[in-house]
């Protein structure tokens, strides 16, 4: 594979050639697709990988993180005993958008290639997703008992519709806050799951719980913890009392969210906000915003992959560092590190999963959208996947 460094003094571009050169490498392997990009010009610039029949600019562009989280799945298979809860979960949520993705392209011919690429790769996830379960069993048995639920097949499911976040409902004064407990968290989502020693039952809530949950005005890790807790009570299917509610405070904390990705755009994703950055389009994609996919977004967190690992965490020495003004240092470091794996070499446990998880999410929204124009899967628009919301993803 194309490993070799790029030198990327105009970021966007090089890197984006970086990986679709990749992609014509992999592709050779792949008769049916090349097929498809003959169609198209071979030397793709970012221009005009715009003005690509949709159909093609989806395969391309499914190509390229196809690529990416084939990468980023081998780091997972190297670094298996190492990998923490939070990255199991990524790649939990990975191969079922893999699933889904295979699925959606199996209903075109044209798209069997992707179709196998994908399935081929959720069998390569799946038996690394048991081991690394059976290295957490060892390593942390109770940590592993409480979160079980969240790793087993069929909890994460992904969105049948599509919608997009509301500018209206971002808070009018956004503060920062310094009370996020990962522990008080932890303790939440445990009474939701029903694994605690007391509660057996699934939908748990305390009064504690309900007030840190629905807490207005939060920011960073504490928000997106706050929408995870009422993904993960949807996912478990709680909907009596506060969690008849879940919606509301969903599209609340996604809008708040979308204005957090934006802030971090505008300031060039200034380390470390990638890491918030990613797990907000992991947790708000898989809540069904698809305006979290947007195209320039994919091609930042692409660049971010590390060549030589395939994972994702601190840049490395000589590449160009933005540090972030003090404000984002600060609300993005005050997540807590208990679960966080930090390797010597700069990989993050925690950010790789959340960036497979993101981009397994575009392959996804990229599988399952219909297409606009409607010359192909007209009964998908008919049957109204809700609204066809614009895909940002394509011109
Ligand atoms: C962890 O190990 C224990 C003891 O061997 C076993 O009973 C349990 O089922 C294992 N849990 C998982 C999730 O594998
Ligand atoms: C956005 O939210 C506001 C405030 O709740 C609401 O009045 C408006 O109808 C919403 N817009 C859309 C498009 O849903
Ligand atoms: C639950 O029980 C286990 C084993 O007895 C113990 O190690 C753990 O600390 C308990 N957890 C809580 C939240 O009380």
């Avoid at 029903?194 to 005005?217: A, E, H, I, V, Y």
Wanted: glycine letters at 8%; one cysteine or more.
């Amino acid at each position: 594979m194309g490993r070799g460094r790029v030198e990327a003094p105009g970021r966007e571009l090089p890197v984006l050639q970086d990986v679709i050169s990749m992609t014509k490498k992999s592709v050779m392997a792949r008769p049916g697709l090349v097929l498809l990009l003959l169609l198209s010009p071979l030397s793709l610039q970012p221009s005009s990988l715009s003005q690509l029949d949709n159909t093609e600019g989806k395969a391309t562009l499914s190509g390229l993180i196809l690529s990416a989280l084939e990468r980023a799945t081998t780091f997972l298979e190297e670094r298996l005993p190492e990998i923490n809860l939070d990255g199991v979960v990524g790649f939990q949520v990975l191969e079922v958008q893999l699933r889904g993705a295979q699925e959606a392209w199996a209903l075109d011919p044209l798209l069997q290639p992707l179709s196998l690429r994908a399935g081929h790769l959720a069998d390569k996830v799946a038996p690394l997703l048991h081991s690394s379960i059976a290295y957490l069993n060892l390593s942390d048995p109770e940590y592993l008992r409480e979160f079980q639920p969240s790793l087993q097949p069929g909890f994460w499911k992904l969105p049948r519709t599509w919608t997009q976040t509301n500018a209206s409902l971002v808070y009018p004064w956004p503060k920062l806050q310094d009370s996020f407990s990962e522990d008080s968290s932890d303790s939440c989502l445990v009474l939701l799951l029903g694994t605690g020693n007391t509660s057996s039952q699934p939908c748990g809530l305390s009064d504690f719980c309900r007030t840190l949950m629905t807490k207005p005005g939060c920011s960073g890790y504490y928000l997106s913890h706050q929408l995870l807790f009422f993904l993960w009570a949807r996912m478990k299917g709680c909907t009596k009392g506060l969690f008849s509610q879940s919606q509301h405070y969903i599209s609340i904390f996604c809008a708040n969210m979308m204005d957090l990705n934006q802030r971090a755009e505008a300031i060039r994703y200034a380390y470390p906000i990638q890491d918030l950055f990613m797990e907000n389009i992991m947790f708000c994609g898989i809540g069904g915003f698809s305006d979290f996919y947007k195209r320039r977004w994919l091609e930042a967190i692409l660049s971010w992959q590390k060549p030589q690992e395939g994972c994702f965490g601190v840049p490395a020495a000589g590449d160009e560092v933005r540090h972030a003004d003090r404000l984002y240092q600060q609300h993005a470091l005050r997540r807590v590190k208990r679960r966080e794996k930090q390797f010597t070499d700069g990989c993050s446990s925690h950010s790789t999963a959340t960036a497979v998880a993101a981009l397994g999410g575009f392959l996804y929204i990229l599988a399952d959208q219909p297409l606009v124009h409607g010359e192909r899967h007209p009964s998908t628009l008919s049957q109204g996947s809700m609204t066809a919301a614009p895909l940002d993803l394509l011109p």
